[in-house]
């Protein structure tokens, strides 16, 4: 898909949290905005990305009730 947004690195608490948010709109006939988190040191690996590149990601799926 197509990188939509970049969030700013965001830290919580005293523990030092951190999550950064990365929206990629996926290709094909009915495009989708999907909302990527990544964590902790993971927030790095956004830094090399622009708005408007072309990924891919392969991320793990949780749900909440």
Do not use: C, H, M
Request: no cysteine; charged share 25%; hydrophobic share 35%.
């Amino acid at each position: 898909g197509t990188v939509k947004v970049i969030g700013q690195t965001e830290a919580f608490g005293a523990s030092g949290f951190r999550k950064r948010e990365l929206v990629i709109e996926t290709e094909g006939e009915y495009p989708q905005p999907i909302l990527v988190e990544f964590v902790q040191d993971n927030v790095t690996l956004l830094d090399s990305y622009k708005v408007g590149d072309n990924v891919t990601a392969y991320i793990n799926l949780r749900g909440r009730t």
